[in-house]
């Protein structure tokens, strides 16, 4: 019996760990993967560091938006047939490509011609 006494509080206490560690695991990942307002914040590329632009037709509305996320608060819609200037472009956490329209924000490349800016950004 004493035997079983002193393994029982180690087994216990190593439970407990993995528990916490698991836990603490499943809160970073969960932080990590709902923090839209983080990467709604992406810096514009500045001209000095991209200083071309290229125009595209707009194959379908597409919606301006603060950051190259949907979540990303919406700012204008650019209508179908019309034409929008951009500078560069950047790949999402998603693997999608956005083009930063200058002074605006960003449109996702599907709705572009040419798939949008040919040019990644730099920063």
């Known amino acids: 019996m004493r035997h079983h006494r002193n393994v ?3 087994t216990t206490a190593a439970v407990t760990a993995v528990v916490a560690a698991l836990a603490a695991t499943t809160l970073s ?3 990590a993967t709902a923090a839209p307002a983080d990467r709604c ?3 514009a590329p500045t001209r000095a560091d991209n200083p071309y632009t290229t125009t ?3 194959l379908s509305d ?3 938006r603060k950051g190259p996320y949907r979540e990303c608060d919406w700012l204008q819609t650019y209508p179908a047939q019309s034409t929008v200037e951009v500078r560069c ?3 999402n956490d ?4 956005w083009s930063y329209v200058p002074g605006a924000g960003w449109v996702w490349d599907s709705h572009l011609s040419s798939n949008g800016s040919p040019h990644r950004c730099l920063f």
Not at 94 to 97: F, K, M
């Open 29 to 31: 990942v969960g932080t």
């Open 62 to 64: 597409a919606p301006l």
């Open 94 to 97: 998603y693997g999608n490509t």
């Open 8 to 10: 029982r509080p180690r």
């Open 41 to 43: 914040s992406q810096a």
């Open 56 to 58: 595209h037709t707009v």
């Open 89 to 91: 472009f950047i790949v």
